[in-house]
């Protein structure tokens, strides 16, 4: 699980789908009462390997119980005290809980304390030294969450940050930073070509009222899809989001109002062949 984990935040899951999806498999069979374990101290769970199982195969999509988390509260419904020494834990529990679905009062709740008892950590990270992750981790962390981070911004701090930790492995380390330069080789050429396609409208002489916006809904794009097979996706998806740009601005700083009613009977006349538009947009981007 924690290769699996790396490998992610290293960018280069989408290399290994289906070995992750049967890993994963395996895993979610085995049940979590691997990571359950009554000891002296009443710790129940451990922990990092039980939150880690948890939102790696929730983000695969598959079930999981809640039951586990209810093990981290005592008699009188607070969170154990021994939670807040178990940093590498805490962080995991953190992450995880941003993965909870509608009506899951109980990951709220988790989501309150681990966000408050990090916070915590870090400041005794300025006193001592002692500490089983780095503050550089938490405060990314607290900053970017795994579950709400673009892939890409994700990857590129992780880089920094796995690099940094002494168990690493070089060999796994160097294959993710050849790949995300490769990626980004992709992403720089596809720009370039939607740019070129943008000055070929002449948007800034046709259209001089009109947002340039070219770089960031590009960038949007790769925040849905970064992968090099999604190409034609990015491409038409942004192609369609610059319109759309410029249709809003033409509304809100250009057209008269009578202009603006005959504008909206004719994209209302377009809406129901929108999709057969995109099909062969598909066809012959």
Same mark, same amino acid.
């Given at each position: ?11 280069? @899951? ?9 890993? !994963? ?5 085995? @049940? ?25 195969l929730r983000q695969q999509g598959l079930p999981v119980s809640l039951d586990v988390f209810m093990k981290l ?15 590498? @834990? ?14 899951? /009062?109980?990951?709220?709740?988790? %989501? ?9 950590? !870090? ?16 405060? *990314? ?18 880089? /920094? ?11 796994? +380390? ?32 046709? *259209? ?11 960038? @949007? ?15 038409? %998806? ?7 740009? +410029? ?12 202009? %603006? ?19 062969? +947009? +598909?066809?012959?981007?």
């Amino acid at each position: 699980m924690q290769l699996i984990d790396t490998v992610q935040r290293l960018g280069v @899951g989408y290399l290994f789908e289906r070995e992750v999806e049967e890993a !994963l498999a395996k895993v979610h069979a085995f @049940g979590e009462d691997l990571f359950i374990n009554v000891d002296e101290d009443n710790n129940t769970v451990n922990l990092y390997h039980t939150t880690l199982r948890f939102r790696l195969l929730r983000q695969q999509g598959l079930p999981v119980s809640l039951d586990v988390f209810m093990k981290l509260k005592d008699s009188e419904g607070r969170f154990k005290e021994w939670l807040s020494s178990d940093e590498q @834990g805490l962080l995991s529990l953190y992450e995880a809980a941003h993965v909870a679905l509608n009506g899951e /009062d109980i990951l709220d709740e988790i %989501l309150s304390f681990a966000t408050r008892t990090l916070k915590r950590v !870090l400041v005794t990270h300025n006193k001592t030294t002692n500490h089983s992750i780095s503050k550089k981790q938490i405060e *990314f962390s607290l900053r970017f969450p795994i579950w709400k981070c673009i892939p890409r911004l994700m990857t590129r701090n992780y880089i /920094d940050l796995y690099s940094e930790d002494p168990s690493h492995d070089p060999k796994l +380390l160097t294959f993710a930073k050849l790949d995300f330069n490769r990626v980004q080789k992709f992403h720089q050429q596809e720009l370039h070509e939607i740019t070129k396609w943008w000055s070929i409208v002449q948007v800034a002489t046709n *259209f001089p009222y009109a947002r340039d916006r070219v770089v960031e809904c590009y960038f @949007g794009m790769t925040a849905i899809y970064f992968e090099p097979k999604y190409r034609r996706a990015r491409m038409i %998806l942004s192609k369609i989001c610059l319109t759309m740009i +410029l249709v809003d601005d033409t509304y809100d700083n250009y057209a008269t109002y009578e202009e %603006l009613q005959i504008l909206t009977k004719a994209i209302e006349r377009f809406l129901p062949c929108t999709h057969i538009y995109i099909y062969h +947009l +598909l066809e012959y981007s």
